[in-house]
């Protein structure tokens, strides 16, 4: 299994950024995925969660309305547009499956399985 982040990078606040996660090793279109990030100095946050189909998504309140989460299956591919960045925007984001059986509504981080290295987004004037 194997996932890697990218999209990454320094934007102003009020800006966007488009992250993708690269999926191989394991069948992607038969899991739910998902968004998580870390600030520096603060314990993982989820984010975002996407069905198998893409037909159901799930968002924390503090991005509501400004990210918006889909996915590829034909490509094996997870994305998260952001839009309207803030500087608490910042962090670590990484794209991690969740276990089988788990619904997307889930935030405990134990029912997610393998997880990405990471791409840094920095939100700064």
């Known amino acids: 299994v194997q996932l890697v982040e990218s999209g990454g990078g320094m934007v102003q606040p009020g800006g966007s950024l488009r992250l993708s996660c690269a999926a191989s090793g394991f069948t992607f279109s038969k899991y739910h995925m998902s968004w998580v990030r870390q600030a520096p100095g603060k314990g993982p946050e989820w984010v975002s969660a996407i069905n198998t189909g893409g037909g159901r998504t799930d968002y924390a309140d503090s991005v509501k309305g400004r990210f918006t989460i889909s996915r590829d299956n034909a490509e094996n591919t997870l994305y998260l547009q952001m839009n309207s960045l803030k500087p608490e925007d910042t962090a670590l984001y990484y794209c991690?499956?969740?276990?089988?059986?788990?619904?997307?509504?889930?935030?405990?981080?134990?029912?997610?399985?393998?997880w990405g290295q990471g791409t840094q987004v920095t939100v700064s004037s």
């Open positions: 991690a499956s969740l276990l089988p059986g788990v619904d997307i509504t889930t935030t405990d981080l134990e029912n997610f399985g393998s």
